[in-house]
């Protein structure tokens, strides 16, 4: 780990250290740009809980998230990034476009900055929701559906996401239940008639969860509300997938421009509506959010960075 030397020009400062920062560190420090990546916990960000991978290229086997990360932080390394655990306070951008990152210990004055803060999924807060995840709790049917093929599965949620990770489990087993608390979907009416007119596909409307309940090793049943009869019963299900909404990490940047969920906008480039702001990962507005595109908004938004700086440089900016 790494603190600011003195007299030290940084030319890219990175929030955030899961894929998409360590991806943005390692394109940046190999660009030959001076590079930090503050993370405020340890490099890896959510990737850290992944118990087994098996959908990340160039691996034939199942490599756990602990064990990318690693990689993934020591390749940063290598290259010359600099990883720092701490906090940030604030981001201030200043009148002549460059920005100001604020931590307890050191301020950093640059001229590019790389959101990569990810976001926090929604929880229900039903009882057994934290005991069980990574045991059958899952926030992501991409990555954790293949585990419970030909298995009963319940969805909860009634947005585009839950319908459209409905529709992929769907693939894996016949025996998919998506419950939502109202009496019809929120998702796109496309969307949902694919759900509502899938075989298999057992849609409950006017349901809650109450709990998750297992065996202490894996999801085994769970208990279900039915908001019009009042009713309370269990019902034995092999995993949870749960899709009620994101809060993407966004509170440093409040000037930048944001969509309707909360999410950074960015064009191709991952540039925000602010010069000098890029954002990667879940932070901002993409439509599929896995470790492989986080990785790629990374390396994108440095290669993106390295060319703004250029530009600059060739101003007598920086």
């Not at 994101?246 to 930048?256: G, I, K, Q, R």
């Amino acid at each position: 780990m790494s603190e600011l030397k003195e007299n030290e020009k940084v030319d890219i400062i990175i929030i955030g250290g899961g894929p998409a920062g360590l991806s943005a560190a390692q394109y940046a420090a190999r660009a030959g740009l001076s590079t930090y990546m503050i993370e405020e916990m340890a490099p890896g960000g959510q990737t850290l809980i992944i118990d087994d991978l098996e959908n990340y290229p160039g691996f034939d086997e199942p490599i756990s998230g602990f064990d990318l990360s690693d990689r993934f932080h020591r390749q940063a390394e290598n290259f010359g990034a600099n990883i720092i655990l701490s906090s940030v306070d604030a981001v201030i951008r200043n009148d002549d476009g460059s920005f100001t990152v604020k931590t307890p210990s050191q301020d950093y004055t640059v001229p590019v900055v790389i959101m990569a803060t990810g976001a926090k999924r929604k929880l229900i807060g039903a009882p057994g929701e934290k005991e069980y995840q990574g045991k059958g709790v899952s926030y992501c049917a991409t990555c954790d559906g293949p585990f419970f093929r030909n298995k009963k599965i319940l969805v909860v949620g009634g947005g585009d996401s839950a319908c459209d990770e409905s529709l992929f489990l769907s693939k894996l087993t016949e025996n998919v239940v998506i419950i939502h608390r109202r009496d019809r979907f929120r998702a796109q009416k496309s969307i949902a008639d694919n759900v509502e007119h899938n075989d298999h596909i057992e849609t409950r409307f006017m349901h809650t969860l109450n709990e998750i309940k297992g065996d202490g090793k894996k999801v085994t049943h769970v208990s279900l509300h039915n908001v019009e009869t009042g009713e309370d019963y269990d019902e034995p299900f092999d995993a949870v997938f749960i899709f009620i909404g994101a809060n993407p990490s966004t509170a440093l940047v409040p000037f930048a421009g944001l969509d309707d969920d909360g999410y950074i906008i960015t064009d191709d480039h991952m540039r925000s509506t602010i010069p000098g702001l890029f954002a990667a990962g879940d932070v901002r507005n993409g439509m599929f959010k896995q470790i492989i595109t986080a990785a790629s908004d990374g390396a994108i938004a440095a290669h993106a960075a390295a060319q703004y700086i250029d530009e600059l440089r060739g101003q007598a900016y920086v």
